[in-house]
């Protein structure tokens, strides 16, 4: 079966940097688009940043110039790195994958496209 394991969160100080991985098994891991969300208490779960099969990222606004998401297919393996962090980065970050989205991903897709989700990781980013 789908499974997605998180890994790598933490707590750090403002300006610091954390990597988040993302290992996945049971389907085949270089054809789906694969992304990472973020949940702070009592709001939504946010998109962050996504890749599609091509390899192609996608990111929202707040985390352009300062996340990196990437992609090991030979390890299926996601990454999320994450620099420069702000007090506002805390949340649980949680890696998330869907065949069905297509190839080429030009929009962060939503929470409820995707079909497949691991447990997620807390990062906490202190002032």
């Known amino acids: 079966q789908v499974q997605l394991v998180e890994s790598g969160g933490g707590s750090v100080q403002a300006g610091g940097s954390l990597r988040l991985s993302c290992a996945a098994s049971?389907?085949?891991?270089?054809?789906?688009?694969l992304g990472w969300f973020r949940q702070a208490p009592g709001k939504e779960r946010e998109g962050v940043a996504a890749?599609?099969?091509?390899?192609?990222?996608i990111y929202v606004d707040s985390v352009k110039g300062r996340f990196t998401i990437s992609k090991d297919n030979a390890k299926n393996t996601l990454y999320l790195q994450m620099n420069s962090l702000k007090p506002e980065d805390t949340a649980m970050y949680y890696c998330?994958?869907?065949?069905?989205?297509?190839?080429?991903?030009?929009?962060?897709?939503?929470?409820?496209?995707?079909?497949?989700w691991g447990q997620g990781t807390q990062v906490t980013v202190s002032s």
């Open positions: 890749i599609g099969a091509d390899g192609r990222p």
């Open positions: 998330a994958a869907d065949p069905y989205l297509g190839t080429v991903v030009r929009r962060i897709p939503r929470a409820y496209e995707y079909n497949y």
């Open positions: 049971g389907f085949i891991f270089s054809s789906y688009t």
